[in-house]
């Protein structure tokens, strides 16, 4: 025990006890700041001074912590100043109690807050299983000279029920009437107590309060210091602003975003205990300026029922402007000399803080020693042993530029006006009153009108024998008032009542004269001038400046203000008040030019102006850093290639808005940005300090770890990291570059590299290396086993172990903390390992590989970039994969260079093991290999897919929205795709597909999912649904019926739900059909089961003139109501000009369907129900027809081309298809054109003119001859497909280009505007010049004779002849054989829709046999013979072949015929008076 008791004897006699006192270590009181660190005496000082409570409970450990820096050979002593015992000296405790221990963490030989965060040497006090009488305070003290210490209140509680009482009581704080009187809303007021906020039952979300949470948080504190607690409980700095009473509001700024939840509950704790222990702050404390060096404060005591203050604290700070001090608590007070701001605003500014303690028992105190025209921030806050109160606000004052002997004003005295008024006879009290009397400012028009009679002896009283009138020139009143400033007024009248307002200035002017007023104010002065401030000074006047009681400061700016202005114009002055000068005009604009003098007021008005002094503020010259002394993210994102749209992310006070945006798009880059945002720095310890979580430490490095930094948790602290990033990279060096092994022997290598290349000074570098394998080179750790301080940028490590693997990396290192590895060297400690050769430091591998996804025959890898590396590397990566054979031999491995940090595998073989690894490359070379991830391909099972689900399941309406989710199963993923309605909706390689269908439509009743992987048969799930859906009706809009006949009319309904149908009469529906008697109404039945499609019919058993007319179909379900209307016509039997029961005959109409004719009708309507009678259609429509072509009109009511020959009266190919859709509209053309179309010409015949020549002539039509307007006339060789053509409005024409001996074949046909006749039957004739030998196909009708005589040539076959001409390209006939005629080889071509093929005609001969087409299609087997003399396809027929006929003096416009319209279209000449020629 001997040397423990001479180190406690050495310590009290040397250093505690001074001139034998024990009290002076036993002093309680606040330790002044310490001194700065750096100082030169380097003497010794506690950090984080602070006698806040301490409470524990009985058998808790109870540790007490001291952190004294610069210690140097001082020592540490701990005190129980309860039991005026000592504990422990240095490392050793002195008390014979087990329980008592040290722990002692001693600071590194520099002062490095990497190291040692805390700073300093820790002491450790260690109390185990604290008793009830280890209460009481304990000091931690050094014997220095003055001692030092640092007190601690300690409590021990006894561990039961009512201390647990107790403690929860201490949550009960309630402010809810601070709140309301400070304007928080009463939904708010659960914020008001603390107990509501740890319980949740504050009765509303924090986010509708949060604008009333700085008063809220204000009224919680309560103006008490919590931070000493809060510190205590290791609440970071960035969440200590509960602790202080602020709130800080969440803004766009990222910095802004921080998280302090995990600290909430600590904090209320520590508020509920402050506001049990710690004093009020004072009241109203004010500031009274004495002199030029000194002040008095004054302040009220707190409320009684408050804890007690042992003590005041006046806290003076001298500031240099109106703006808020920066903190100076750490900063040593400079006894020499006074920050005075009428030095040169280039010199240091020294700010100056006093700490004054005054006895609870009083409430004023005067401050001495202050500079002259100096400006002072005051505060007043109360201590205990507990803590100390904050201020409520702070008081700032200017002391005065030099000492004023305040004397007693003296006010001079006023003439007896009033006096005098009264010796002259004015007699009226009002007059006397405010007339009379000069202290009396204003006046009345009543007081003139009143005091008019005594108006001569009041003025001349006021004047006083003295004329005023220059002084109330110069102040501007006119010159009618201007007499009254004379003492000269014989008479008032109502001239004078404009006066009134100017009486202010008259009453000025009369005091002037009566030498009351103080003078102007002398020697003004500007100075101190700031760009928003400058002091205005001056001396008080020569004249009366004793009855000066204040003064006027007027200013305005001479020059536009360069900020928001409070001048109205350049003519308004803005005023302002003080009691003496100086006088601090504050509120200006930097930049501007202003105007400035003061006047002197006293008890009876306004001095005159000093003089005017312009001055001028200065610019705010705004500090540039430096770029090449500071970090730029920008630039550095810029160099790694970040995208220009995820640029707003690079900033360390990037906006949240921009983070919510762009966080999905910029996912692929966040590791590039986050690299360039920490810099190569280390930012962890800050990050630690500031309450950044375990898991989200690694982002402060600048590396995600796949399974801890998630956004999810790492996005609360956003705010708390990028406040330390931007910090560090101010204060922390940069990384080094350029790391190599310049040499390597069998036991030492030899490591090179450069400085950092920016940021602050590395005061020294640290080299770590370790010996690893083959397996652990790739693992990262940001501190290897060995480790060497060094001060240059070259190192040798020896005493290396031969054939072994070493990993070396260097960090920089300044006074501030470290710099990050940007490098790591992988060293086989083998002279051979380098070869002569240097080996670069590359950057450490990629981590985190991870199989995200697999399927049968892919796996998708993803992986983290490398930690170690600099913030500008660019990088690439190699990943090599193989599958792992059945054999040990490895086999080659597959690699893939890319620059994503993610990869999908394709083609690989199902439900084999493949090894995986990824290696990173940059411009020093290839890293190490990542960690290897061994992964499984999935088997390969064909596609199953289920069948659809949809929503809304009951409910589908049309027009709505329905989504369908098609699940599918399968190795590989199989495409799955959805089909409604036969039509393919979406498609993807998916298990589940959800696909959102909008404006649903009726007909999207059949859902089905399709699925297919390439194994297997593909699988289809289908599903039926049904689409609520508003009724419509589709119905024939005409029903024609013949009279006497029945007839059932139908509705099909398409609707869901079922409907409710009806027939009508009428619109209204006020007239319903009813069932019975005459009408059959059918119920409505679901013509297809579950597709909501129903058929309602209603019957007429005998149809008559009352049952005609129009029927409403109404259908009504829960989505809407439908009406289709259906006419009921009476037919029209079809008459004829031609015997119809003689044609039937000839044309062999059987007798069971010969009931159809009669003699001048056809009627379709007995034979159309008759099976037996549909091969007979062809017959009858030969009749009807009539001999006119209507093809024209059945065109155009729609009838298809396999049933115009019908309109002509030709047979058709599918005549069933034809009778049952087509014969009622071929009718309504038989009936409509019976009157309007020609009949074939008659007679026609031929005579030879010439050798090439030939005459043909027929006669009119038999029927509608009157509606002939013009003729066409086809002619050809006999065998040739091709015809020529040619129009005439005449009843014969001649036709040119024939040859002799040649054999030809000629029709015509009539026609108009309507459309056309039927061709005649076919005329053969062989040309000679001297007779013509011709047939007449019908026989009867007559023989072309020749001149030598008449040959009869008889065709044998049934000859169908159409002889079209096309002229040129561009006339009728669209597209023309080259030599204008039509090509007879398509046997298809009869029957397109052209209107010029010609009709058949039987010939007894049969000479021809089938259709003779024209031109429309132009020809199709080639050219024909260059025959008719090789001109008839030429360009030149108008003069060889057939010339242009001459109608009505006009030209043949022929025009290109449709492809549409059956028959010939020729445009006709408006000359002529055709509209157009239809066949």
Not at 652 to 661: D, N, T
Not at 1255 to 1282: C, D, I, M, S
């Amino acid at each position: 025990m001997l040397p423990p008791l001479l180190v406690v004897v050495g310590f009290f006699t040397s250093h505690l006890i001074p001139g034998g006192s024990s009290q002076d270590w036993d002093v309680r009181g606040v330790s002044l700041p310490p001194p700065t660190r750096g100082d030169g005496d380097a003497k010794p000082y506690i950090r984080n001074t602070a006698n806040a409570p301490r409470e524990f409970f009985e058998g808790d450990d109870m540790l007490l912590t001291c952190v004294v820096s610069n210690l140097g050979n001082h020592s540490v002593a701990w005190i129980n100043n309860a039991k005026k015992s000592l504990l422990a000296v240095g490392d050793s405790p002195i008390i014979p109690d087990e329980r008592v221990s040290i722990l002692h963490d001693k600071a590194p030989s520099y002062n490095s807050s990497i190291i040692r965060p805390a700073g300093g040497d820790v002491w450790v006090l260690v109390i185990k299983n604290v008793k009830k009488t280890d209460s009481g305070e304990y000091v931690c003290t050094v014997n220095s000279n003055p001692p030092l210490d640092s007190r601690y209140m300690v409590t021990v509680n006894p561990r039961d029920n009512t201390t647990q009482l107790t403690k929860a009581l201490r949550s009960n704080h309630n402010y809810t009437d601070c709140c309301q009187q400070n304007g928080v809303i009463p939904a708010c007021w659960g914020f008001c107590a603390i107990h509501n906020i740890l319980e949740g039952t504050t009765g509303i979300e924090p986010e509708a309060c949060e604008k009333h949470f700085p008063n809220i948080v204000q009224c919680m504190a309560d103006f008490r210091n919590h931070i000493p607690c809060c510190e205590r409980e290791r609440v970071p700095d960035i969440c200590q602003d509960l602790c202080r009473g602020d709130y800080t509001m969440q803004e766009d700024n990222i910095q802004s975003h921080f998280s302090c939840t995990s600290y909430t509950e600590v904090t209320l704790m520590c508020i509920s205990e402050g506001i049990e222990l710690l004093p009020v702050s004072p009241d109203s404390p004010t500031v009274t300026v004495l002199g030029p060096t000194s002040i008095q404060v004054d302040w009220s005591h707190p409320p009684p029922n408050s804890p007690p203050a042992d003590f005041y604290v006046v806290n003076v700070t001298t500031i240099k402007t109106f703006d808020p001090p920066m903190d100076v608590s750490l900063i040593e007070a400079d006894e020499g000399g006074v920050g005075s701001l009428d030095s040169d605003d280039n010199k240091q500014f020294t700010l100056r803080r006093r700490t004054i303690k005054v006895p609870s028992t009083q409430k004023r105190t005067i401050v001495r020693n202050l500079a002259p025209l100096t400006w002072v921030e005051v505060s007043v806050t109360s201590m205990n042993r507990h803590g100390s109160s904050l201020p409520h606000y702070s008081v700032r004052a200017l002391t005065q530029a030099t000492a004023v002997n305040k004397t007693d004003v003296i006010h001079p005295t006023l003439p007896d006006v009033v006096g005098c008024c009264t010796d002259r006879g004015v007699k009226h009290y009002r007059c006397l009153r405010n007339l009379c009397d000069p202290s009396q400012r204003y006046i009345s028009e009543p007081d003139m009108i009143v005091c008019a009679p005594w108006a001569t002896e009041a003025f001349s009283c006021l004047a006083n024998d003295y004329d005023h009138s220059e002084c109330c020139q110069a102040r501007g009143m006119p010159p009618l008032c201007v007499e009254l400033c004379t003492g000269n007024v014989t008479k008032i009248d109502y001239k004078y009542f404009r006066c009134v307002e100017y009486f202010n200035d008259y009453r000025s002017c009369l005091m002037k004269g009566y030498n009351v007023l103080p003078g102007n104010p002398k020697t003004i002065s500007v100075s101190n001038i700031h760009p928003t401030f400058a002091l205005i000074s001056w001396v008080r006047p020569d004249l009366l400046g004793d009855s000066v009681t204040s003064y006027h400061t007027l200013s305005r700016p001479l020059t536009e203000p360069t900020c928001d202005s409070l001048w109205i114009s350049d003519v308004t002055y803005s005023i302002g008040f003080s009691e003496q000068p100086p006088y601090v005009l504050e509120n200006l604009c930097p930049g501007t030019e202003y105007e400035v003098y003061v006047q002197a007021l006293n008890k009876h008005g306004t001095g005159d102006p000093s003089e005017r002094v312009i001055f001028r503020t200065p610019t705010i010259v705004h500090e540039q850093r430096l770029e090449n002394t500071t970090y730029n993210i920008s630039a550095c994102c810029t160099q790694v290639n970040v995208s220009p749209g995820c640029m707003p992310l690079c900033d360390y006070r990037a906006r949240m808005s921009h983070v919510r945006k762009l966080a999905t798009t910029c996912t692929p880059e966040l590791s590039k940005m986050l690299r360039c945002a920490v810099g190569g720095r280390d930012h962890r310890p800050c990050c630690k300090r500031r309450g950044v979580p375990a898991a989200c430490m690694s982002v402060c490095s600048g590396a995600f770890v796949a399974d801890r930094a998630t956004p999810t948790v790492c996005m609360p602290y956003i705010g708390n990291i990028m406040m330390c990033l931007e910090e560090g990279v101010g204060v922390l060096p940069g990384p080094v570059t350029i790391l190599h092994a310049t040499k390597v022997t069998d036991n030492s290598v030899t490591l090179v590299w450069q400085e950092p290349q920016e940021g602050p000074n590395a005061t020294m570098y640290q080299l770590h290396y370790q010996s690893v394998d083959k397996h652990s080179a790739s693992h990262v750790v940001f501190a290897l086993n060995n480790t060497q301080n060094l001060t240059d940028t070259v190192a040798e490590v020896k005493d290396l172990k031969k054939g072994s693997l070493y990993n070396f990396f260097v960090v920089a290192i300044n006074e501030e903390g470290m710099s990050l590895p940007s490098s790591v060297i992988t060293v086989n400690v083998t002279s051979e390992s380098a070869n002569g050769t240097s080996i670069a430091g590359v950057s450490s591998p990629p981590h985190s590989v991870v199989l995200e996804a697999k399927t049968a025959t892919t796996l998708t890898i993803g992986w983290q970039p490398p930690i170690l590396a600099l913030p500008t590397d660019r990088f690439k990566y190699k990943i090599h994969y193989q599958a792992v054979t059945s054999d040990e031999t490895p086999g080659k491995y597959n690699e893939h260079i890319i620059g994503p940090t993610a990869l999908r595998l394709e083609n690989l073989t199902p439900n084999t093991q493949y090894v995986i690894f990824v290696t990173a490359i940059n411009d020093m070379g290839e890293s190490r290999p990542s960690e290897t991830l061994l992964a499984w391909t999935d088997p390969a099972y064909p596609a199953f897919v289920e069948k659809p689900t949809i929503h809304p399941i009951n409910l589908i309406v049309e027009g709505g929205n329905m989504t369908v989710l098609c699940i599918a199963m399968g190795s590989p993923p199989p495409t799955v795709s959805l089909y409604i309605s036969g039509l393919l909706v979406n498609q993807n390689v998916t298990r589940h597909m959800v696909t959102v269908v909008p404006n649903v439509t009726r007909n999207m009743t059949d859902i089905s999912c399709y699925a297919d992987n390439g194994y297997g048969t593909p699988m289809q799930a289908s599903k039926t649904i049904r689409i609520s859906r508003r009724p419509i009706i589709a119905s024939d809009p005409v029903v024609r019926v013949t009279q006497e006949d029945s007839v059932t009319i139908e509705c099909k309904v398409d609707a869901w739900p079922e409907p409710s149908l009806v027939w009508w009469r009428d619109p209204e529906g006020r007239v319903p059909v009813i069932h019975g008697g005459n009408y059959v109404i059918h119920h409505p039945a679901e013509i297809v089961s579950g597709r909501g499609i129903y058929s309602m019919k209603l019957s007429i058993k005998t149809v008559g003139e009352n049952e005609t007319g129009l029927y409403y179909c109404f259908a009504r379900n829960a989505f809407g109501t439908f009406t289709r209307v259906t006419k009921i016509t009476l037919k029209t039997p079809i008459k004829l000009e031609m015997d119809v029961t003689e044609c039937c005959r000839v044309n062999n109409v059987s007798d069971a369907c010969a009931d159809a004719c009669s003699f001048d009708e056809l009627n379709f309507e007995r034979v159309m129900n008759r099976e037996e009678c549909i091969p007979e259609f062809s017959k009858l429509m030969k009749c009807a027809a009539d001999g006119s072509d209507h093809r024209s009109c059945c065109s155009q009511k729609g009838v298809p081309v396999h049933c115009l020959d019908w309109c002509r009266g030709e047979p058709v190919p599918r005549q069933n298809l034809c009778v049952l859709q087509w014969a009622p509209p071929i009718f309504t053309c038989f009936n409509e054109g019976k009157g309007m179309l020609p009949g074939p010409p008659q007679n026609l015949s031929i005579i030879s003119d010439s050798s090439s020549s030939a005459h043909v002539a027929w006669k009119a039509p038999v029927k509608n001859p009157q509606a002939v307007e013009l003729y066409r006339v086809f002619w050809r060789p006999f065998g040739n497909r091709t015809a020529m053509k040619n129009d005439t409005s005449e009843t014969s024409m001649t036709i040119k280009g024939l040859q002799e001996g040649m054999t030809y074949e000629i029709a015509v046909k009539a026609g108009n505007s309507q459309g056309t006749s039927v061709l005649t039957p076919t005329v053969n004739f062989t040309h000679s010049s001297n007779y013509v030998t011709s047939s007449n196909l019908q026989g009867s009708s007559g023989v072309g004779v020749a001149i030598g005589g008449v040959v009869v040539v008889l065709l044998t076959t049934t000859v169908v002849v159409a002889v079209f001409f096309a002229r040129k390209k561009h006339l009728f006939g669209g597209k023309g054989s080259a030599n204008g005629g039509i090509s007879f080889e398509n046997p298809s071509y009869i029957r397109e829709q052209n209107g010029d093929t010609v009709q058949i005609a039987e010939t007894p001969n049969g000479s021809l046999n089938g259709n003779i087409t024209t031109g429309m299609n132009g020809r199709v087997n080639g050219s024909i013979s260059d025959g008719m003399h090789g001109i008839i396809g030429g360009s030149d027929i108008g003069e060889n072949g057939i010339s242009p006929m001459n109608i009505n003096n006009g030209m043949w416009n022929l025009q290109t015929a449709s492809n549409t319209t059956p028959g010939f279209q020729d445009d006709l000449p408006s000359n002529g008076g055709y509209k157009r020629f239809s066949s």
